[in-house]
Structures are given as structure tokens and as C-alpha cells.
């Protein structure tokens, strides 16, 4: 599975972005998809998941902002953002889990630079 994700940028505090993460190659082996942030000097964590049957996950520092969704006709996750404070500055990853009969795997894409100025 090949992830490209897109939609990063430059925003002032309470404005919006719209990520976006395509998947390629096997698409049919992906359970979930998700997306992690990494911020300078930090560990990359758990921003937001969704899975095949439409559950969702969000952290807690983002619940009620951000929105996580799919279309699987176009093999995209979205991460919607709004309300944006500077905490959320970081390289954002789009991430797949994948299943191949028993063996689990999961697949990155490059990172999109979000950064939220005060």
C-alpha cells in the first residue's frame, strides 16, 4: 500500500485545513486508516482513526475540532481541522493498517507540515 497525503500548510490560530491521504496497491488489505502527528522534538502520536466499519478514534486533544472521515470509492481518508491552536503545529502522517490473511502490517505516507501561527 502506497499513501500520499496532501492539504498542509501555513494558518493563523481558529482557521481550518483540510488533510487529505490517498491509497494505492492493495487497497483491499487496508482494515484501518488513520492519521499521527509529530511535533519538534516529539514523539509522533495518535491524532485520529477510522475504520472499515466507519468506527472513529480521536485523541483527546482534538476531540470536537478535528473529524476523521473516508471515502472508499476514492480510497481517501480526510482529516478535517478547525479551530486550530498552535499546539497542533506539526508534520502530520497518514497511516494505513493492513491485514494479509494473518499478517499485520501498515504502510506511511510522507508527512504534510501543518503549522498554526498565534
Known amino acids: 500500500v502506497q499513501l500520499q497525503a496532501s492539504g498542509g500548510g501555513l494558518v493563523q490560530a481558529g482557521e481550518s485545513l483540510r488533510l487529505s491521504c490517498t491509497a494505492s496497491g492493495s487497497i483491499s488489505s487496508i482494515n484501518a486508516m488513520g492519521w499521527y502527528r509529530q511535533a519538534p522534538g516529539q514523539v509522533r502520536r495518535i491524532v485520529a482513526v477510522?475504520?472499515?466499519?466507519?468506527?472513529?478514534y480521536y485523541a483527546d486533544s482534538v476531540k470536537g475540532r478535528f473529524t476523521v472521515s473516508r471515502d472508499k470509492a476514492k480510497n481517501t481518508v480526510y482529516l478535517q481541522m478547525n479551530a486550530l491552536k498552535p499546539e497542533d503545529t506539526a508534520v502530520y502522517y497518514c497511516?494505513?493498517?493492513?491485514?494479509?490473511?494473518?499478517?499485520?502490517?501498515?504502510?506511511w505516507g510522507q508527512g504534510t507540515l501543518v503549522t498554526v501561527s498565534s
Open positions: 477510522i475504520t472499515d466499519g466507519g468506527s472513529t
Open positions: 497511516n494505513a493498517d493492513t491485514q494479509v490473511g494473518l499478517v499485520l502490517g501498515d504502510a
